[in-house]
């Protein structure tokens, strides 16, 4: 089992609608998280980091699930400039909090 | 956030060249920085961890004498590629590590697109 798996997608959706990315990671010990937004040939950017009670930046909304291992990405009223590829990464102390990052779930979003 | 600049974003050369990478933290001190490499539609590879003053920690398959890292600043960590073949053709991007509310966050440069003929 990998150690940070996402689905790659691709997520369709309309302009307007919402959805939501699982990423789900196999080191029980892992404390931080972070959702990134890669652009077609552009470096990652940190979109947001994810705390255990869960967080909001606008639009967007960042989950922890300890008890099932996973983490959420959820993206109200969908834009078309949100089109890219979410990446996830989770680190932990023991492994000096190198984060190690999933695949990337690519949306397209359309008008 | 933080600003991390890459140098140079584009290179082309000739098979057994080599190519020197540039990563600068441009307004915090990183005592460890990363290079990944990126295939197409494949997902960010660590290729080693940087420590200032110190020899990089390679990934496993990684061969240190061909992507030689050197990080003699807080600020700035370079990648060089020795003997450049074409298989080396790659998106290579570097990352600096900051410390921020509690938890390590990464921030990550341009990138640099290697094509090697």
């Known amino acids: 089992r990998k150690e940070v798996e996402q689905d790659p997608g691709p997520f369709n959706v309309p302009e307007g609608a919402t959805v939501a990315f699982n990423c789900t990671y196999s080191?029980?010990?892992?404390?931080?998280f972070f959702w990134y937004r890669q652009d077609c040939r552009k470096e990652p950017k940190l979109l947001m980091s994810?705390?255990?009670s869960g967080n909001e930046d606008g639009r967007f909304t960042a989950q922890l699930n300890r008890a099932s291992q996973y983490i959420s990405l959820l993206i109200r009223d969908s834009k078309l400039s949100d089109s890219a590829t979410y990446l996830c990464a989770v680190s932990s102390s023991g492994g000096s909090y190198i984060p190690t990052f999933g695949r990337g779930t690519s949306l397209i979003v359309h008008p | 956030g933080a600003v991390v600049s890459q140098h140079p974003s584009r290179v082309i050369c000739k098979s057994g060249t080599s190519v020197k990478i540039e990563c600068r933290s441009l307004d915090f001190q990183a005592t460890t920085m990363f290079w990944y490499r990126q295939f197409p539609k494949q997902s960010l590879m660590l290729m080693a961890t940087?420590?200032?003053?110190?020899?990089?920690?390679?990934e496993q398959g990684v061969e240190k004498d061909k992507f030689l890292i050197n990080h003699a600043s807080l600020t700035l960590s370079t990648l060089t590629v020795t003997s450049a073949h074409p298989e080396d053709s790659s998106f290579y991007i570097c990352?600096?590590?900051?410390?921020?509310?509690?938890?390590?966050?990464?921030?990550f440069g341009p990138g640099t697109r290697l094509t090697v003929t």
């Open positions: 080191n029980s010990a892992s404390q931080s």
């Open positions: 994810v705390y255990s």
């Open positions: 990352s600096a590590r900051k410390l921020a509310g509690g938890s390590y966050e990464q921030y």
């Open positions: 940087s420590n200032e003053g110190s020899k990089a920690t390679y």
